[in-house]
């Protein structure tokens, strides 16, 4: 299966700012990205990443410089299915989650993430079509309604929680393997438990 | 296998204020209750709430006014494994939900939930003790580690977006059926996409 990985080279993670600086947001995405190729390379697939300009990784590339939305749709359209889309910032991505979800059956898979967004896409039928702005696991599951596609819903923290606020990064302290948690640790970024709520991030200066 | 489900009957999800009042915060916590009470049973299992007073729900339910740690390392230790303890605030859960959770192997099962916490637990072994203070998913894996426990951790969004800040009403909005969402829709709380990051909770008048 032919599965895509957007990854936006250039100003990525920009809700991480002011707690990571540019430079660091461009590091830390890199990361992830690293962590997501690893987890569906060992699952199975060669990932292809769909980068906005340019980028040196240890995976093929497609530069595609159109917003997310119409660059995915373009490969919806022209490839044969099965296509699948995995976001490049769900660091907490294991292989058995990736195998579990390309192994859902239906004419589109779906993965909801954190604040309405969607974190996965296995496309099974050419008529499958993605819209990434506002709620857009609510508009997915009305297209694939719309267009009378079998679809199917996969239930994973591991692919739900993406990164896009500090707030997120406790789950990659907590819950990830890969080189995203690593670069965090090296760059002084940990846990903070003594507001007696949920746990937060702090940073802390390094030697 | 004996389910509990521990509830907060006086003040429950106090950083939903002041997004909701005091009033609201206790009959949302109802509904939630009664979503969650819903999906076990489904399931296949008759839980019981451990309440910190009384309540009345259609479920059985033992009242317990210490906090929620000693009231839930007493049955651990008291009743005889298998005990399982799921959190009151999960309105996204569905009955395969908890299936999947309740059929995990291991001489403790522990379901990540959102920012540190443990939303759910099946205990196999007498041996198993529970924390529910800073990040505790961290801890009870310790914990399972010292005592040289078989541990294995349930990957489930339906289990671990639990709701305790206005963000997560989203995720109600959005991925829920029961009277959880119910109630938000009858109280005026929606979605707000306006902002092109994460989907937010507005609320608007009622008639």
């Known amino acids: 299966m032919e599965v895509f990985v957007p990854f936006d080279v ?3 993670k920009r809700r991480l700012e002011p707690f990571l600086s540019a430079d ?3 590091a830390f995405a890199r990361a992830m990205l690293t962590d997501v190729l690893a987890a569906v390379s060992e699952a199975g ?3 292809t990443v769909l980068a906005t300009a340019t980028v040196d990784v240890d995976a093929a590339v497609e530069v595609d410089d159109r917003p997310l939305t119409p660059a995915v749709n373009v490969r919806l359209t022209d490839r044969p299915p099965p296509v699948a ?3 490049a910032d769900l660091p907490l991505l ?9 192994d859902s059956p239906g004419d589109v898979v779906l993965a909801p993430g954190l604040g309405g967004g969607t974190n996965a896409v296995v496309a099974r039928s050419p008529a499958v079509r993605v819209d990434y ?8 599951l009305r297209m694939a309604r719309k267009r009378d596609l079998q679809t199917n819903t996969v239930d994973s923290y591991r ?3 993406d990164v896009d606020e500090p707030s997120d990064l406790v789950e990659v302290l907590l819950h990830a393997r890969g080189v995203s948690r690593d670069w965090l ?3 002084g970024v940990c846990l903070r438990t003594d507001d007696g709520g949920r746990v937060r991030v702090d940073r802390r200066p390094l030697d």
């Open 94 to 102: 294991t292989p058995a989650a990736v195998r579990s979800l390309l």
């Open 85 to 87: 889309v995995v976001m």
């Open 185 to 187: 640790e090296d760059h």
């Open 10 to 12: 250039r100003d990525p």
């Open 24 to 26: 660091e947001r461009r």
């Open 159 to 161: 692919v739900g929680v």
């Open 45 to 47: 697939p060669e990932p």
């Open 133 to 140: 702005h506002g709620a857009s696991i609510r508009d997915h």
